[in-house]
């Protein structure tokens, strides 16, 4: 693909039948190098919120900051496909204020596409920002920003029942306008049908490999996150423990003086030292 990815481009990788590959991140630096390799889209999480700040859950994440994070990740990212988290309280107030916050990641940051957490409640949402000529993508099955209500984040569309929910709403938000859905943390066989029976792209955060991509957070890939990851996801490096050697190597040096040596210092030029000296003596 030459030039920005946009969404055309996502559509035709469907119809083609190839993967699509989403990274989460939150910065110019990550960015950059998810820019260097053949992944398609970022996703600026409001996970940033944990990843980032260390807070327990995603809800502290704010609009101020979502958009500062989605610029930074433009800046390092020019040419992929781009898509902003609308955080909590950010779309679940008013229509007119989704739109509003919708429209900020755009002027503001340069993304393409921005990704609702929804439920049937907020099909007027999407219709509205999809209408005011705004990507919308649809977040179904886990939906972190629901944390207080129900306590503990579990797999969705295991049963029959709530299956053919995940199906309907998946369903109602095309129709709605949805360019693209995201569904965390549910059945594969669900996603799988649900993949299969819609146009758009439909992109697999733990749910199965029958989706047309997948996303997972830069940190996991890395091996930075601590701790157990979740059951769907993958480091593929070490990077934490080795990171954590060289920051205590840098410390190391650093109190036994032998960083920086000479070749990471600046000096004065030839017979400047010298110099220096004569005017010295004369202030003395």
């Known amino acids: 693909m030459n030039g920005r990815i946009t969404i055309s481009d996502l559509l035709q990788a469907k119809r083609d039948g190839r993967a699509i590959a989403a990274v989460s991140c939150y910065d110019y630096t990550t960015a950059r190098q ?9 996703i600026v999480g409001d996970s940033a919120a944990q990843l980032m700040f260390g807070f327990d859950s995603t809800l502290p994440a704010t609009m101020d900051i979502m958009v500062a994070l989605t610029a930074a990740v433009r800046r390092g990212a020019p040419n992929v496909y781009l898509v902003a988290d609308m955080p ?13 916050n919708a429209g900020r ?4 940051a340069a993304a393409q596409m921005v990704k609702i957490e929804v439920s049937g409640a907020h099909l007027d949402t999407i219709r509205a920002v999809s209408d005011a000529g705004i990507a919308v993508m649809a977040h179904i099955g886990i939906r972190p920003q629901r944390i207080s209500t129900v306590g ?18 998946a369903d109602q938000m095309v129709r709605a306008g949805a360019g693209a859905l995201l569904i965390e943390g549910a059945a594969s066989e669900v996603s799988q049908i649900i993949t299969e029976r819609t146009e758009v792209p439909v992109i697999s955060c ?5 989706c047309d991509g997948q996303v997972l957070v830069a940190p996991d890939i890395l091996g930075l996150t601590e701790g157990k990851l979740p059951k769907f996801s993958k ?7 080795r990171s954590v050697e060289s920051f205590r190597r840098y410390a190391d040096e650093v109190k036994t003086r032998r960083f920086p040596d000479d070749e990471h210092s600046y000096h004065m030029k030839p017979g400047e030292l010298q110099r220096l000296g004569a005017l010295l003596s004369r202030e003395s």
Request: charged residues 20%; without cysteine.
């Open 88 to 100: 909590f309280l950010s779309y679940q107030v008013a229509v007119g204020e989704a739109i509003r």
């Open 206 to 210: 733990g749910s199965g490999a029958a």
């Open 235 to 241: 480091a593929y490096d070490d990077l934490g423990p």
């Open 152 to 169: 503990r984040l579990r797999a969705e569309g295991t049963t029959a029942e709530i299956a053919m929910q995940l199906i309907d709403l």
């Open 105 to 108: 990641f755009l002027v503001e």
């Open 34 to 42: 998810v820019s260097q390799t053949g992944a398609e889209m970022i």
